[in-house]
């Protein structure tokens, strides 16, 4: 394209923040501003848009007018909008023309790679060939815009990339090794509601010595929780032991948790402390106690209620002063129902109780948690990767993590080590063939109860489902409409989900 007499000037450079009360724009590129307020919690997006036609530039203007929390620098040159993101390195979202004067949509895409991996870039021409797109594409684009567009195909595309920026730069923003809830809570990263409603008593049980019972579904980080209890204890300069109890056959509960003496059997050919004495003044951590055999519950309810054990051939009972924590992912209440599990156990267990959430359901961590990871990553084994393309962000988003935690953080190293660029890319986490990953498998394993593989199949439909209506349409209002269900109702599902939505305030 070439600029005409109509153009503006080259030198058009026009930038308005709608948090900031109506602006008024040069004569040739439109009139005031609507004036729109943020909130203080959600800085605008800054958008630069490039294009050498005006109309183009007033069309987008007015076609976003109504979006909240958008901040739009309007260029009319390539070269300029270069010397733009070269000058701030603070824009979060690119839209672009491909053919422009001075420099195109080519060399902008180019820049804005070389500057950030991870930066939203949309394009949009009216004559790019098949193979032009794709070669876009590959560089880097992350969605195409054809010319002539309507207003809601832009709008639609705007709020996506919108939503997709804010995330982006919310990751990016936040200190990925150390957050500050790193402070109360060593160890644990999550800014999530859900998981700070999990978490909120944490630091208040943490000082007392009574048993600490946490739950949650496997992967979710129960370990580093009871980690983190006891480094806020008054014991945390002694010894944190560990224990997988379903490693623990009735043959090995004795001798592992209370010790042996010389002789007491075939093979104890020296004195062993076992994990009691060896924490003592500490902390020992019970995993998986839903699986501890009858026998070594039994066992376990004497050590809590006495405070002493009797090591295998020990004729007299030891003295311990140990702050025992259990976790599982069970639900005890129903194997004490089914008989699987000793009610005065749990009793015991449970004076303090923690249940983490699974990872689907505090969706506003998975990128911190994601930016955690590959920096570990980047820290550990020199992975070249710093950020996260907007496919590979979408994907994560997208993904139900039926693993949880454990399940990112693994997806997330082996992404870093083989990830070619400086961004870790949507085919480098390999989630593209089950982005339902919460449904529940059939084919393999233990089949379990109807309803529960009813209600987790209708749970992953619906995460899916609000995931990307809330992408498509941040407005909770629109979104209900669009979604053809009452605003109350796709609150309560949202609320359910661990979603957010602008509006989605409770009634």
Known sequence: MTTTAASPPQHAHTRFTKAEGPARLPANLGGPVPET??????????????????????????????????????????????????????????????????????????????????????????????????????????????????????????????????????ARDLNRVAPADEVTLPGLVGRSPAFKRALVHLAALARTDAPLLIGGETGTGKELVARAAHKLSPRKDAPFMAVNCSALTDTLVDSELFGHEKGAFTGALKDSPGLFRAANGGTIFLDEIGDLSASGQAKLLRVLQEREIRPVGATHSVKVNVRVIAATHRDLAQMVAAGQFRQDLLYRLKVGEVTLPPLRKRPDDILLLAHTFLEKCRKEFGAAATAFSPEAVTAMMAYGWPGNVRELEATVTRAAAVAAGAAVTAEDLGLAASPGGSAPSLSAGMLPAFSEAKQQTIDAFERAYLTRLVAEQPAVTLAAQQAGMDRKSLYRLLKKHGLSAHGAEEE
């Open 37 to 170: 307020t943020l909130s203080p919690a959600a800085p605008p997006v800054r958008c630069l848009v490039v294009d050498d036609e005006p109309a183009i530039l007033e069309t987008i203007r007015r076609g976003t007018a109504h979006l909240d929390g958008l901040d739009l620098t309007l260029i009319n040159r390539g070269d300029l909008a270069i010397q733009a993101l070269q000058a701030e390195d603070s824009f979060d979202l690119v839209l672009s023309d491909v053919r422009m004067p001075g420099a195109s949509g080519h060399e902008v895409l180019r820049r804005v790679r070389q500057l950030s991996p991870d930066i939203p870039v949309l394009l949009m021409s009216a004559v790019a060939t098949v193979d032009e797109i794709l070669q876009l594409q590959n560089a880097g684009a992350t969605l195409f815009l054809r010319k002539p567009f309507g207003l809601p195909e832009l709008q639609l595309m705007l709020r996506h990339a919108q939503h997709l920026a804010r995330q982006l730069r919310t």
